[in-house]
């Protein structure tokens, strides 16, 4: 449960997204938390669009419910209409929610004197920025991030606890009996309306940059080698790696744990599922899984006759000695 700053009324929440009340929403109806509809009390505002949570609807203590267009439950709760209830539930939050929070610079962050930070920026303690910083306007970055030298953020960019931005590459040469590291002399590059997780690590370009994409949204403990390009609106889960060089377009997205091999080049709109091995360039539009990754659809049937073969191997042994 999660509570606003202050209370809404019912008829507040939905002008302020331009929706309908209907007949049995009365105007005095207070909203002051937003909620799951088990966790949920008389001043709580959720949502209902997938029919499998129909008992939890009916259960529900709610105070005001998103449901979809076509709604036609009897149901003892106040409600209102809309096409997309997921997505006004997520409106809403941003709307009576997140407005609310303040833009502040905590005196306990360190930020270099030729650091640039736009304006709306929220910069919470122990957050460390390097020299020739830039940071775009309405910045959210949270306790403990690092930020190192050169590296340039777009407007709108959401950096959680534990993101490091712009350390070395993971490069050296082997030679005469010894690893000789390779100068790391590049930068990183966030794009526009980036969101990246706890522990992310994202590398500075050996040379060049690390780039990444307007509207990506990274999880919790990715690493991102030099060098690598990723493309708009993709989206990339908890452990994902990349090494060194990848290049992805946009809007992919790669589950838990997928694991790819450095300068290779992963098409739009691909899907890859969770522990995968990407060891070969990827097309566009694909969805592949597995270790090596093969298409999903195969790697299914990969799987369903792995799963036969304690039945199957005793009768080819029975075939092979008749």
Same mark, same amino acid.
């Given at each position: ?139 959210? =970055?949270?306790?403990? @991030?690092? $930020?190192?030298?050169?590296?340039? +953020? &777009?407007? *709108?960019?959401? !950096?959680? /606890?534990? #993101? ?53 949204? =990274?999880?919790?403990? @990715?690493? $991102?080698?030099?060098?690598?390009? +990723? &493309?708009? *609106?993709?989206? !990339?889960? /908890?452990? #994902? ?71 199957? !191997? ?9």
């Amino acid at each position: 449960m999660k509570n606003f700053r202050f209370m809404r009324s019912a008829r507040e929440i939905a002008g302020g997204l331009s929706l309908c009340l209907e007949e049995n929403n009365p105007e005095h109806i207070e909203i002051d938390n937003v909620a799951t509809l088990q966790d949920a009390n008389e001043s709580s505002l959720c949502f209902y669009q997938d029919a499998k949570y129909k008992d939890e609807l009916l259960a529900s203590k709610a105070g005001l419910v998103l449901v979809p267009s076509d709604f036609d439950l009897e149901i003892g709760l106040n409600f209102i209409k809309t096409e997309k209830p997921y997505f006004t539930f997520l409106q809403i939050i941003k709307t009576f929610y997140s407005q609310e929070e303040k833009a502040e610079i905590s005196p306990k962050s360190v930020i270099h004197e030729s650091a640039v930070i736009g304006e709306g920026a929220s910069i919470a303690e122990f957050v460390s920025i390097g020299a020739n910083v830039t940071i775009g306007k309405n910045a959210l =970055i949270y306790p403990n @991030v690092t $930020i190192y030298e050169d590296t340039e +953020i &777009g407007d *709108n960019v959401i !950096l959680h /606890s534990g #993101v490091v931005l712009g350390a070395d590459g993971f490069g050296f040469l082997y030679q005469d009996g010894t690893q000789h590291k390779i100068p790391q002399l590049g930068k990183v590059i966030i794009g526009n309306d980036v969101e990246i997780g706890a522990g992310t690590t994202i590398d500075r370009g050996t040379l060049g940059a690390t780039i990444i994409g307007d509207g990506t949204k =990274i999880d919790n403990l @990715v690493q $991102i080698g030099h060098n690598c390009q +990723i &493309g708009k *609106n993709c989206c !990339l889960c /908890s452990q #994902v790696g990349l090494a060194g060089n990848t290049k992805v377009g946009d809007l992919v997205y790669m589950a838990g744990q997928v694991g790819v091999a450095g300068h290779l080049s992963i098409g739009n709109y691909t899907r890859i599922g969770a522990k995968s091995g990407v060891m070969n360039n990827v097309p566009d539009n694909s969805e592949i899984w597995g270790i090596p990754t093969v298409d999903a659809k195969d790697q299914k049937r990969i799987i369903v006759a792995l799963r036969q073969l304690p039945k199957v !191997l005793p009768k080819l042994k029975k075939l092979l000695k008749s």
